[in-house]
Protein backbone atom coordinates (compact mmCIF):
# COMPACT_ATOMS: atom_id res chain seq x y z
CA UNK A 1 0.00 0.00 0.00
CA UNK A 2 1.04 3.41 -0.71
CA UNK A 3 -0.50 6.52 1.73
CA UNK A 4 -0.22 10.01 -0.20
CA UNK A 5 -0.71 13.34 2.02
CA UNK A 6 -1.03 16.40 0.31
CA UNK A 7 -0.66 20.24 2.22
CA UNK A 8 -0.43 23.78 0.64
CA UNK A 9 -4.05 24.63 -0.40
CA UNK A 10 -5.26 27.99 0.88
CA UNK A 11 -7.53 31.53 -0.25
CA UNK A 12 -5.19 33.44 -2.71
CA UNK A 13 -6.48 35.96 -5.29
CA UNK A 14 -6.35 36.33 -8.68
CA UNK A 15 -2.95 36.03 -10.42
CA UNK A 16 -1.34 34.75 -7.16
CA UNK A 17 0.81 31.80 -6.64
CA UNK A 18 0.71 28.34 -4.62
CA UNK A 19 2.75 25.43 -3.91
CA UNK A 20 1.53 21.95 -3.21
CA UNK A 21 2.82 19.22 -1.88
CA UNK A 22 2.26 15.36 -1.39
CA UNK A 23 4.20 13.06 0.52
CA UNK A 24 4.47 9.44 -0.16
CA UNK A 25 4.85 6.85 2.16
CA UNK A 26 4.43 3.18 2.14
CA UNK A 27 5.89 0.58 -0.78
CA UNK A 28 6.41 3.72 -3.07
CA UNK A 29 9.01 1.76 -4.98
CA UNK A 30 5.97 0.44 -6.50
CA UNK A 31 4.99 3.64 -8.31
CA UNK A 32 6.02 4.79 -11.69
CA UNK A 33 3.52 7.54 -12.17
CA UNK A 34 2.63 10.85 -9.86
CA UNK A 35 -0.11 13.28 -11.08
CA UNK A 36 -1.97 15.82 -9.58
CA UNK A 37 -5.38 16.06 -10.34
CA UNK A 38 -8.00 18.77 -9.44
CA UNK A 39 -11.87 18.50 -9.10
CA UNK A 40 -14.17 22.00 -9.47
CA UNK A 41 -17.11 21.94 -7.82
CA UNK A 42 -19.63 20.51 -9.07
CA UNK A 43 -17.81 19.16 -12.37
CA UNK A 44 -15.81 15.37 -12.41
CA UNK A 45 -12.17 15.26 -11.50
CA UNK A 46 -9.53 15.93 -14.01
CA UNK A 47 -5.58 15.74 -14.60
CA UNK A 48 -3.76 19.03 -13.94
CA UNK A 49 -0.36 17.38 -14.69
CA UNK A 50 1.77 14.05 -14.19
CA UNK A 51 5.36 12.90 -14.02
CA UNK A 52 6.70 9.39 -14.72
CA UNK A 53 10.33 8.90 -16.01
CA UNK A 54 11.25 12.32 -16.09
CA UNK A 55 8.34 12.88 -18.46
CA UNK A 56 5.83 15.89 -17.66
CA UNK A 57 2.32 15.28 -18.89
CA UNK A 58 0.68 18.45 -19.05
CA UNK A 59 -3.21 19.41 -19.74
CA UNK A 60 -2.85 21.70 -22.62
CA UNK A 61 -5.01 24.34 -20.91
CA UNK A 62 -2.74 24.22 -18.08
CA UNK A 63 0.81 24.14 -19.55
CA UNK A 64 2.93 27.34 -18.81
CA UNK A 65 1.19 28.18 -15.27
CA UNK A 66 1.95 24.87 -13.30
CA UNK A 67 4.86 23.26 -12.84
CA UNK A 68 5.59 19.55 -11.29
CA UNK A 69 7.97 18.08 -9.64
CA UNK A 70 9.26 15.37 -7.92
CA UNK A 71 12.13 14.91 -5.32
CA UNK A 72 12.72 11.43 -4.44
CA UNK A 73 14.89 11.48 -1.86
CA UNK A 74 11.80 13.29 0.22
CA UNK A 75 9.33 10.98 -1.20
CA UNK A 76 7.69 14.63 -2.00
CA UNK A 77 5.70 15.83 -5.11
CA UNK A 78 4.85 19.52 -5.70
CA UNK A 79 2.95 21.67 -7.63
CA UNK A 80 3.87 25.29 -8.29
CA UNK A 81 0.62 27.14 -9.23
CA UNK A 82 0.93 30.81 -10.53
CA UNK A 83 -1.21 33.11 -12.12
CA UNK A 84 -4.27 31.61 -10.42
CA UNK A 85 -7.32 31.95 -11.66
CA UNK A 86 -10.85 31.69 -10.17
CA UNK A 87 -11.52 28.63 -12.70
CA UNK A 88 -8.54 27.05 -10.93
CA UNK A 89 -10.61 26.83 -7.48
CA UNK A 90 -11.45 23.25 -6.84
CA UNK A 91 -9.97 20.72 -4.56
CA UNK A 92 -6.53 19.02 -5.47
CA UNK A 93 -5.52 15.54 -5.63
CA UNK A 94 -2.26 13.57 -5.15
CA UNK A 95 -2.54 10.60 -7.04
CA UNK A 96 -0.16 7.43 -7.76
CA UNK A 97 0.17 5.04 -10.64
CA UNK A 98 1.83 1.38 -9.66
CA UNK A 99 2.70 -1.40 -12.47
CA UNK A 100 2.33 0.21 -15.71
CA UNK A 101 3.99 3.35 -17.12
CA UNK A 102 2.73 6.57 -18.40
CA UNK A 103 0.33 9.24 -16.50
CA UNK A 104 -2.98 8.67 -18.46
CA UNK A 105 -5.67 11.38 -18.51
CA UNK A 106 -8.42 9.19 -16.27
CA UNK A 107 -8.49 8.82 -12.80
CA UNK A 108 -10.09 5.17 -12.94
CA UNK A 109 -6.06 4.44 -13.81
CA UNK A 110 -5.15 5.34 -10.72
CA UNK A 111 -4.32 3.38 -7.46
CA UNK A 112 -3.77 5.85 -4.76
CA UNK A 113 -5.17 9.40 -3.65
CA UNK A 114 -4.41 11.83 -1.38
CA UNK A 115 -7.55 13.20 1.01
CA UNK A 116 -7.10 16.33 -0.94
CA UNK A 117 -6.41 19.70 -0.20
CA UNK A 118 -8.90 22.58 -1.09
CA UNK A 119 -7.59 26.06 -3.17
CA UNK A 120 -9.63 28.83 -3.54
CA UNK A 121 -9.09 31.82 -6.10
CA UNK A 122 -10.91 35.14 -5.57
Known amino acids: QVQLVESGGGSVQTGGSLRLSCVASGYTSTIYCMAWFRQPPGKERERVVGLDSGITYYDASMKGRFTISRDSAKKTLYLQMNSLKPEDTGMYYC??????????????????WGQGTQVTVS
Open 95 to 112: AARGGRLGCPPSPREYNY
